[in-house]
């Protein structure tokens, strides 16, 4: 059974940093893309950075506007993908999931993920 744990979650003051990591068992992930989403109360799951495999262990990051130049996403090896959060703004508090696939790539929709985590709380304050 594959499960995705995430980890880094917790309380930081506007401009501080978190890490969050994600843990894969169950199945190998070499060579499929693994990335995070988040989703802030009642608001619907949104894309925030994704890893897609070039070739051997090389892939390219890809991430959405609102976090581009403060979040760097890092696949630090087939079954475990971080998030490095700097820059904090409140509008990053979310429940942030790790997502997985079966391919090299994750879609940028929430929709047709193969694989969540139960996801972290990262909370903001101002």
């Known amino acids: 059974q594959v499960q995705l744990v995430e980890s880094g979650g917790g309380l930081v003051q506007a401009g501080g940093s978190l890490r969050l990591s994600c843990a894969a068992s169950?199945?190998?992930?070499?060579?499929?893309?693994m990335g995070w989403f988040r989703q802030a109360p009642g608001q619907e799951r949104e894309f925030v950075a994704r890893t897609t495999w070039s070739s051997g262990t090389a892939y390219y990051a890809y991430y959405a506007d609102s976090v581009k130049g403060r979040f760097t996403i890092t696949r630090n090896n087939e079954n475990t993908v971080s998030l490095q959060m700097n820059g904090l703004k409140p509008e990053d508090t979310a429940v942030y999931y790790c997502a997985a696939g079966r391919g090299p790539d994750i879609p940028t929709r929430a929709e047709g993920i193969a694989y969540w985590g139960k996801g972290t709380l990262v909370t903001v304050s101002s």
């Open positions: 169950g199945r190998t992930f070499s060579g499929a893309g």
